[in-house]
């Protein structure tokens, strides 16, 4: 089969060179390497891959910075397995198509071992043929709608459903059952809102309205316009970016009052707060696992060193940094995982470390935000969502915080799909079907 | 233009000729499948720098709606391959349609279940697109800037679409098929060696066929056109049929770039359909020579090889050097890298063809000539 | 998705409320392309960077108020003062030599756009930056089904300022004698004795400082990041060439445009809009590509 | 009989009307001349003929059909041939190749896309380039050549259509006199062969081929006859008075 195509190929394009060459492939994958990932000696190479430059880079360059932070960490603590991690840093300039061929010289030319990198479900899903294809391993380090089941993909920012649980709850006990939601207009805000939804109906809340802004948009007045006539308790908020900002600019100068109807967001951290002014921010809600204001030993040291590393140069943390922090220390537990059951570290592959991922716990002592650890199923991560407060100074006072740990579900609201398991979605129907984007 | 061997026909052929064989044996230097892959990317943009260069540089039509046909197919491809992945019984819609609440497959991506219609779909639809949008234009006699900014504004709006019209497209998050195109049994992995050269037997064919076409008397027509529309008319020929059939040749040259695009990268998103990419490509052609089709396939290579490679050096300064390039290739070279080249090789040739560009400039020119006279 | 979701139905009152919230838009988009209306309309220059020069004035308002501490209203003049700097380096450098060739302006501006953006960029950082609104533009005007922020207000007065200070300027003064002159034939007009060139410099500095001014209030209602630009220039493009590149057409053109997207953002949603809008537009370019008020423009 | 037939045509812009009433024909073979102070209509007359502008009222009869509702092209496809005033040649193609362009029958895009030849060498397109004068300049680029070269050019492209009908928008335009002489001896050796209506200003050229002469005044028609006729014309005096005259 192989020689046929391969000589009507060699008459169609290019002769006789191809022989010369002895290409093997054609229309199938290069053989696996024979090479090891790992090789002893040498040092394990990871990639970075987000953008530096361009409009993400106001996010994703802080998610680089912690990553290098952590390998620093990690490095001077002994590395994994007594081995030095060496990150292979890349720049992805914003660009959609960059993410995807940056992420192909990763895996194929570099050879690293695992990626971190991502911050919009756009450049996940770039990312996500080729990491499949090639049995990679990408984390991606922030909030996620779910609804996919791959194997290839660790999770360590919260779910959908894990944002909701807690916030939409208090929201309504504390300011009424109606709310209008307003959302960037995209996949993750609609999902985030389906489980919002889900969760009003248990508490006897109300949808007054949803709307959805495109991203990047900056007009709100239309929506206001109707958010005046609906007079909901509170707007839950899933805009993100520059147009999160804008919200909270035009909500102040529109005269609504923070006492009497405030945003629930899911979106509004340390770094929009103060870009937007503190009058705009004061007295809106966020959810989210983790502030910086948190008040415990891990995160004093995390803030002040990091804030301290020639690292720290933007001034606060957040949790985006913080998910993205946690995931290189879930991979290193990984690896060393890994190591424990194959025995040889050149034997060690991403998928293995995937693999042996489940309930790999990152404890007190190193993760900001108090343990977590990674769902041996679905590979997202199990954490305590809180409600912060946003305070005059931008910063967020914790006022409350989840008692229990909360687990993540991709398929929360799709419970006719399946469940995902380590092994792919188990449809009703009893098949199981890998790879689900 | 005798003396000049840029001119010499034969020459150019044996050079559009010898550029395509080495682009087709470079994966004896290159075995590296990501290095592999990365050419195919620069054949795909090449491919659409020719279909500017076509368009523009030949016919004079400054379109800025290239990645509307680009966009449009890569979307056909897509959903083909989304739907070589989906399943008629366990699992018959994508999953990002739940969503968005729905539970059948929508009527525009049912006919993708079969993958020939699919292809027929792929290719057909953004060329029959632009006949369309062609016939709108260039019947009502649209010329110069208002072409521009039409396209500029066609694009904004297939964007729009896109972005909005999440049930079918995904939106924002685009449509990644999680296999490879499966075509007669084979699975075409986009890191081989096969995807690469069915890129370039893409570029070559369609770039050789669109230098032939530009020799016949039909090219030479078009050219008449760009230059003087009126002129053209008066001596009977019908500009509009013309602009017409260029601007879907055009057309379909971009969808091919877009098949070629989702056959390699596995991955669609509305960003295919942005304003800004729409307007790289025209001036990666721009670089390289809008006149010359070869020129546009250098300008291709030359930008995006750069920014892949020096783009990761110089970070920081690389869009202002980037953009300090444009606005100097526009001053001094308005023929681009191709225009340096015929310069160069008429002074070897021992006379030098004083460079005129003004003919770009349509309704202005023509205000001078009779305020002149 | 169902049909109900996706259209509002009607009801009176909110439909006028969004009748009025389209006066705002109008006064956004007016500002935004009238700048681009005299660069455009005097000397065929297609500047895609003129986004940029609103980004430019929002980040010099950003400047002046919050690291010198100038009050907002007087960083308007001050905007406008330092956009025409900028405008009058930039017509020297690179716009003068390419007069008479408006489709490459257009690249050599998008060039300039791609510079302009980074530099902001290394020189600010990429994260969103904040202007002030000061705090006597703390007021809503409420009655009735009329809902009016201060600082949408003052926008739209200050649009019919901008507009009519231009107007002034054009029709009124000798100098705007001369730009019309040059507008309409710059042969003619050199031939008694206007120097095309300096009319063409100050109409370039004039349009830029403009989009000064529209910066600074954009600062203010909206966000300040370096690629806020590239979110106004097609809309402005458009109303420019729907308007037929003529002041009051703009006009015209802005309030249509601007009504029609807050009637469709209510009836459907924003980005949808848009979409309707840009058809609608492309179709009418097509009916009547010399715009809405321009003469029918004559041929050779 | 007429080969070219205008009947109360009216072009009326606006307010502003261009030609009123205006009734004209050409005979088969003939060569006329059409003069008239600025804005008396001559240029609107060949812009109405060639389908440029639509007239307002009025038929236009070509060979005997009504032609006012043609595309300009199907007008130029009759074998109406026309000279813009201000020169109009594809400046980026080569002399050659523009009146290759000219010459072409063919009109179909899909038919050109399989033709490659070139006709140079063909008897007739042999000619013309000889009658024009181009034969050293075929291979430059047309944008290059002089004024009168650049005139004759255009000349050349409009003969090379073959039409039955030549509208000349002032042929001899910013040409020296040595051109001007030139171009009345192109002329006068078409005469006969084709039928010809010259737009003109210069006297000394409208003496050196005209046969009859049609005068137009305010877009209407003042006077037609031969030179002498026209010469002695009071009206036509009055008209020019203060200007030149008609010498």
């Known amino acids: ?73 990690i490095n001077a603590n002994g590395g994994v397995a007594g081995m030095q ?16 061929e940056k992420i192909s010289q990763l895996i194929l030319r570099d050879r690293v071992i695992s990626t971190f990198g991502g911050y919009t479900s756009a450049s996940r899903r770039a990312v996500a043929p080729i990491v499949m294809a090639r049995d990679h391993l990408f984390y991606y380090p922030t909030c996620y709608e779910g609804r996919e089941c791959t194997q290839n993909i660790i999770n360590t920012g919260p779910l959908a459903n894990q944002h909701s649980q807690d916030l939409i709850p208090f929201m309504v006990e504390n300011f009424g059952p109606k709310v209008y939601l307003i959302g960037s207009n995209y996949i993750w805000p609609k999902e985030s809102n389906k489980n919002a939804k889900v969760w009003l109906e248990r508490v006897g809340g109300e949808v007054v309205g949803e709307d959805y802004v495109p991203l990047g948009g900056s007009e709100f007045t239309p929506i206001f316009n109707k958010v005046r006539q609906q007079q909901p308790s509170f707007i839950f908020s899933t805009v993100v970016g520059d147009s999160d900002i804008a919200l909270h600019k035009q909500y102040l100068q529109e005269g609504f009052k923070v006492d009497k109807m405030p945003i629930a967001s899911l979106t509004t951290g340390e770094i929009e707060t103060r870009a937007m002014g503190a009058e705009a921010g004061a007295g809106h809600f966020l959810s989210a696992p983790y502030f910086q204001t948190m008040e415990n030993p891990t995160n004093q040291r995390f803030v002040e060193g990091y804030l301290a590393s020639k690292y720290g140069g933007g001034g606060v943390t957040h949790y985006n940094m913080e998910e993205t922090y946690l995931s290189v220390y879930v991979w290193k537990h990984g690896v060393e995982k890994a190591l424990a059951t194959a025995g040889d570290i050149e034997e060690v592959t991403p998928r293995m470390i995937r693999d042996v991922s489940g309930n790999i716990e990152v404890g007190d002592d190193i993760s900001p935000e108090g343990r977590v650890w990674i769902d041996p199923d679905n590979f997202n991560i199990w954490l305590k969502p809180k409600i912060g407060q946003c305070q005059s100074d931008g910063q967020f006072k914790v006022i409350k915080a989840a008692d229990e740990h909360v687990g993540p579900d991709p398929m929360s609201i799709y419970p006719e799909r399946g469940v995902c398991k380590a092994d792919g979605l188990h449809q009703p129907d009893g098949t199981v079907k890998t790879s689900v984007l | 233009m005798n003396g000049n061997i840029y001119h010499n026909r034969k020459a150019q052929w044996a050079i559009y000729l010898a550029a395509f064989a080495a682009l087709a044996l470079l994966p004896i230097f290159f075995d590296s499948p990501f290095t592999l892959n990365l050419l195919a990317r620069y054949c795909v943009f090449a491919l659409l720098a020719v279909s500017v260069s076509l368009v523009w540089g030949y016919a004079g039509i400054l379109s800025l709606g290239q990645a509307i046909a680009f966009g449009l197919a890569a979307y056909g491809m897509a959903m083909t391959m989304q739907m070589q992945y989906q399943d008629p019984v366990s699992d018959p819609i994508p999953s990002f349609m739940l969503t968005n609440e729905l539970e059948t497959l929508p009527l525009v991506w049912a006919p993708f279940w079969s993958t020939p219609i699919g292809l027929i779909l792929t290719f057909g639809v953004p060329t029959v697109f632009f006949i369309v949008f062609g016939i709108l234009m260039f019947q009502a006699r649209v010329a110069g800037v208002f072409v521009a900014i039409m396209t500029l504004a066609m694009t904004a709006a297939w964007y729009s679409m896109a972005y909005d019209m999440q049930p079918f497209t995904a939106g924002f998050n685009g449509i990644s098929p999680p296999l490879p195109f499966q075509i007669f049994g084979t699975e075409v992995d986009p890191y081989s060696a096969g995807a690469y050269w069915v890129c370039v037997a893409f570029l070559a064919v369609l770039t050789l066929g669109a230098k032939f076409l530009m020799q016949t008397k039909f090219g030479l027509i078009v050219q008449a056109i760009r230059d003087d529309a009126e002129r053209a008319r008066f001596l009977g020929y019908n500009v ?24 390699i990268v596995q991955y669609v998103s509305p960003t295919s359909l942005e304003i800004v990419f729409s307007i790289s ?53 308005p023929r681009g890298l191709a225009g340096f080249f015929e310069l160069v090789l008429g002074l070897f040739s021992g006379r030098r063809e004083p460079q005129k560009s003004d003919w770009n400039t349509g309704r202005t020119s023509a205000v001078t000539k009779e305020s002149a006279e | ?202 109409t370039f500095c004039y349009g830029a400082g403009l989009a000064g001014v529209a910066g600074s209030m954009f600062g203010a209602l909206k966000t300040l990041f370096p690629d806020m630009g590239g979110g106004y220039i097609v809309e402005a493009f458009l109303v420019v060439v729907v308007g037929g590149v003529q002041l009051a057409g703009s006009v015209l053109s802005a309030s249509l445009l601007g009504e029609l997207n807050s009637i469709f953002s209510y009836f459907t949603n924003d980005t949808f809009a848009r979409f309707v809008l840009f058809t609608l537009v492309v179709v009418f370019l097509r009916i009547r590509p010399q715009g809405l008020l321009a003469e029918k423009m004559t041929r050779r | 009989m007429s080969l070219l037939e205008l009947k109360d045509v009216t072009k009326v812009y606006n307010d502003y009307v261009a030609v009123e009433n205006f009734n004209f024909s050409v005979t088969d073979g003939e060569l006329r001349c059409l003069l008239g102070p600025n804005g008396a209509g001559k240029t609107t007359c060949i812009d109405l003929i060639t389908g440029r502008q639509r007239l307002t009222s009025g038929a236009i009869l070509f060979a005997g059909d009504d032609i006012c509702r043609l595309p300009e092209q199907s007008i130029a496809r009759l074998g109406i041939g026309r000279k813009f005033q201000v020169p109009a040649i594809f400046k980026e193609l080569t002399v050659e190749d523009n009146l290759e362009v000219a010459f072409s029958r063919k009109k179909d895009p899909f038919a050109n896309m399989m033709t490659l030849h070139r006709s140079y060498g063909q008897k007739r397109y042999d000619e013309i380039v000889e009658l024009v004068g181009l034969k050293d300049r075929l291979s430059s680029q047309a944008g290059l050549l002089s004024h009168g070269e650049t005139q004759w050019l255009e000349i050349g492209m409009v003969l090379m259509q073959d039409p039955r009908l030549l509208l000349m928008d002032e042929p001899t335009a910013g040409m020296t006199e040595q051109e001007t002489m030139k171009t009345s001896e192109i002329f006068n050796s078409l005469k006969g062969s084709h039928t010809l209506v010259v737009v003109e200003h210069d006297m000394s050229f409208v003496r050196e081929i005209a046969d009859i002469i049609t005068v137009m005044h305010m877009g209407t028609m003042l006077a037609e006859g031969t030179l002498e006729e026209i010469g002695n014309d009071p009206r036509v005096k009055e008209v020019y008075l203060g200007s030149e005259g008609l010498g």
């Not at chain 3, 392309?33 to 430019?56: C, D, K, Q, R, S």
């Open chain 1, 1 to 73: 089969m192989k020689v046929s195509r391969r000589t009507l190929l060699k008459g169609a394009i290019s002769g006789a060179t191809v022989a010369a060459v002895g290409a093997p492939h054609f229309f199938i994958p290069n053989p696996a390497f024979a090479a090891p990932w790992i090789e002893k000696g040498g040092k394990i190479k990871v990639g970075v891959l987000f953008s530096q430059t361009g409009n993400l880079a106001v996010v994703e360059n802080d998610s680089t910075q912690v990553v290098l932070y952590a390998i620093d960490e």
């Open chain 1, 85 to 100: 991690v060496e990150p292979v840093v890349v720049d992805a300039k914003s660009d959609i198509k960059v993410y995807s």
């Open chain 2, 240 to 263: 509009a049929y013309y602009q017409v059939v260029v601007f879907a040749l055009s057309g379909f040259l971009a969808a091919s770039a877009g098949f070629c695009w989702v056959l």
């Open chain 2, 281 to 333: 490509i025209v001036i990666w052609a721009a670089v390289g020579g809008r006149t010359s089709l070869l020129g546009a396939i250098i300008g291709a290579f030359l930008v995006n090889g750069m920014q892949s490679f020096v783009g990761d050096e110089l970070q920081q300064v690389w869009m202002l050097i980037l953009g300090a390039i444009f606005i100097g290739v526009v001053l001094f070279l």
């Open chain 3, 1 to 202: 998705m169902s049909v109900n979701d996706f259209w509002t139905p009607f009801a009176l009152l909110p439909f006028l409320n969004a009748l009025i919230i389209g006066i705002s838009l109008i006064s956004i988009w007016l500002i935004a392309a009238l700048g681009l209306t005299i660069i455009y309309g005097t000397m065929g220059v297609i500047n895609m960077a003129h986004g940029e020069f609103i980004m430019l004035g929002a980040y010099s308002t950003y400047v002046l108020q919050t690291l010198i501490g100038i009050p907002f209203l007087l960083c308007l003049p001050l905007s406008f003062l330092i956009l025409a700097a900028i405008g009058w380096v930039i017509e020297r450098g690179v716009i003068r030599t390419l007069y008479r060739r408006p489709l490459d302006t257009l690249l050599a501006t998008w060039g300039l756009s791609l510079i302009l953006v980074q530099g902001v960029r290394l020189i600010f950082g990429g994260e969103p930056q904040y202007v002030g609104v000061p705090s006597w533009l703390n007021f809503q005007i409420q009655a009735d089904f009329i809902h009016l922020s201060g600082l949408r207000l003052f926008i739209i007065v200050m649009a019919i300022v901008m507009v009519a200070v231009t107007w002034f300027l054009l029709y009124r003064t000798t100098l705007g004698i001369c730009v019309r002159a040059v507008m309409q034939d710059k042969e003619m007009a050199a031939s008694f004795g206007i120097d095309a060139n300096r009319i063409y410099s100050l």
